[in-house]
Nanobody, 115 residues
Framework: AQVVESGGGLVHTGGSLRLSCAAS????????MSWYRQIPGKARELVAS????????EYLDSVKGRFSISRDNVKEMIYLQMNSLRPEDTAVYYC?????????WGQGTPVTVSS
């Protein structure tokens, strides 16, 4: 299985980015999908997650109302729409696919928010 993120980049405070994640060689519709982020020297933290059918989502408190996770089970993609970005959102963002004991990570996409 392969999980590949894209869409990271440099943006000014208050700007927006949309991250995408493609999962291949998995039964995508079975997988619980999540976005994590990590700053060097700190633990990876869960930013947002979405159930396999898209019916349930959860968010880190600091991103509620600014970020939105979604999925397209036909295209086998998930997305993270990030609005009103802040410098503290700067991190490498990782996509995670989990089902049972299967647990896959992408290589990460960097997001930098300048003040």
């Amino acid at each position: 299985a392969q999980v590949v993120e894209s869409g990271g980049g440099l943006v000014h405070t208050g700007g927006s980015l949309r991250l995408s994640c493609a999962a291949s060689d998995v039964s995508f519709a079975l997988y619980h999908m999540s976005w994590y982020r990590q700053i060097p020297g700190k633990a990876r933290e869960l930013v947002a997650s979405i159930s396999n059918d898209g019916g349930n989502t959860e968010y880190l408190d600091s991103v509620k109302g600014r970020f939105s996770i979604s999925r397209d089970n036909v295209k086998e993609m998930i997305y993270l729409q990030m609005n009103s970005l802040r410098p503290e959102d700067t991190a490498v963002y990782y996509c995670n696919a989990k089902f049972g004991t299967s647990d896959y990570w992408g290589q990460g996409t960097p997001v930098t928010v300048s003040s």
